[in-house]
């Protein structure tokens, strides 16, 4: 167990500040994350030129380290030894909150395990930001972030997505938008589908409609910039059938798959999907309990 009181008490290290920056309007930025970013001892950032261009926007003059999704393992032995020297360290992505995805997750679950604590600042975010604005419910949402590329896995994944009722939540690039949005509605159907583009930025733009409506669209336009999908959830219908676990424990159900034929890996994760639950939780309860 891990007991973290964020603001109170005395530390044996420094502090992981995890620190959102804008995801296009610079305005956008907060008072506590231009504090943060001046007051810490380092800066972690994702791609260095971008952060650094943050930076001189807004006059702060800190050590950068870069910190990204190919070199993540071998510097977060550096990073830590920081930690435990008593140095504090920001990490930033390139835009938004750092660990949704882009790179931080691993570094954070690394201070916890060497009890060290991390601080997380409210800002600016993509995926909430298009679910919102899009006109479906926010009531329930279950964020995925980027779809695999190959048709094969992209359209396996979505298999397994088709009875959540939450509102699902996509990230996607402009030259693979097409291509999801087809998987997307030959999986799931001609739900109803937000597109969010170039938020906060001069040409903000959001498209609704059906899947076939908004995949017309896009046959029509040139596409740039970053997508955010969000797409309506399923029935209560597709939900009320997928219930008949009700009554097992997890390892029963992580079991029932694998006696279809299912490795142990597609099993938890088809059982977490099925439950509306982490993957790990599902790999505990499995392995461990």
Request: hydrophobic share 35%.
């Amino acid at each position: 167990m891990n007991i973290q009181s964020s603001f109170q008490g005395t530390f044996p290290g420094g502090t992981l500040y995890l620190v959102p920056t804008p995801i296009g309007n610079l305005d956008d930025i907060t008072l506590r994350a231009l504090h943060t970013l001046k007051t810490v001892d380092f800066i972690a950032a994702e791609d260095t030129r971008n952060t650094k261009k943050l930076m001189n926007h807004f006059s702060i003059e800190k050590p950068l380290i870069s910190y990204h999704e190919h070199n993540k393992q071998a510097r977060e032995a550096g990073l830590l030894e920081k930690l435990l020297d008593g140095k504090n360290i920001a990490l930033v992505s390139d835009a938004g909150m750092p660990a949704i995805s882009d790179p931080g997750y691993e570094m954070v679950n690394a201070a916890v395990e060497h009890n060290l604590p991390v601080v997380t600042l409210p800002g600016a975010n993509a995926a909430l930001c298009a679910l919102v604005g899009s006109g479906l419910s926010p009531r329930e949402f279950y964020f995925y972030g980027f779809l695999p590329r190959k048709k094969k896995d992209r359209e396996a994944e979505l298999d397994l997505l088709q009875h959540i009722r939450a509102t699902l939540l996509f990230y996607e690039s402009p030259h693979r938008l097409k291509e999801t949005l087809k998987s997307i509605g030959d999986q799931l159907g001609n739900r109803r589908v937000s597109l969010a583009r170039e938020l906060t930025k001069r040409y903000e733009e959001y498209i609704r409609g059906t899947a076939q409506e908004v995949l017309q669209w896009t046959e029509e336009k040139q596409l740039k910039g970053e997508f955010c999908i969000v797409v309506e959830g399923g029935t209560a219908t597709a939900q009320a059938e997928s219930v008949w676990w009700e009554d097992w424990t997890l390892k029963e159900h992580v079991a029932y798959y694998m006696e279809q034929g299912e490795s142990s890996k597609n099993a938890i994760k088809q059982t977490a999907v099925d439950r509306n639950m982490p993957k790990r939780d599902v790999y505990q309860a499995f392995h461990v309990e």
